[in-house]
């Protein structure tokens, strides 16, 4: 008996050529065994290597074994994945375009008011120069008054 499991062999399989022998395991792990037309060979070098104190364990392989539906399972999930993705980019793009024509028109109406003070303020700017030019003449009068009553006295 030879362990290369953790849990119960669950498949076992021979290559096509009917040189190898491959097992797997409930625990994901798969063991793949040379076959040997000599039994008697096999065990020989078996015990050669227990008495060399050679490790008899098979490696580890890096692969992983994943049952069909398994991968159809992840598949779907990815799948649903994947829309609700491109319903949440959707739905941004949607929100981003609301967004934009609302700023414009804010934009718009933040422009229209400033022109309105712009403009009003230039009317008032245009009134208090009126009423400057307008003073400065009564008191261009008010000063050739006093300086003739002054030159007179």
């Not at 400065?136 to 007179?152: G, I, N, P, W, Y």
Request: charged content about 40%; hydrophobic content about 30%.
């Amino acid at each position: 008996r030879i362990l290369c499991h953790e849990g119960a062999c669950s498949r076992i399989r021979t290559s096509a050529d009917g040189k190898y022998l491959f097992s797997v395991s409930e625990d994901g792990s798969m063991g793949m065994f040379e076959i040997l037309e000599n039994v008697d060979d096999a065990i020989e070098t078996y015990k050669s290597k227990q008495d060399k104190k050679e490790d008899t364990r098979l490696p580890w392989s890096e692969d992983i074994l994943v049952s069909k539906r398994a991968l159809e399972a992840k598949l779907t999930m990815m799948t649903d994945l994947k829309s609700k993705v491109e319903d949440l980019q959707h739905q941004n793009q949607i929100q981003l375009a609301e967004r934009n024509r609302s700023y414009k028109t804010k934009m718009k109406e933040v422009e229209r008011n400033f022109n309105a003070e712009f403009m009003q303020d230039k009317k008032r700017y245009k009134e208090l120069e009126k009423s400057k030019a307008k003073l400065e003449l009564e008191f261009e009068k008010r000063m050739a008054t006093l300086q003739s009553q002054h030159e007179d006295h």
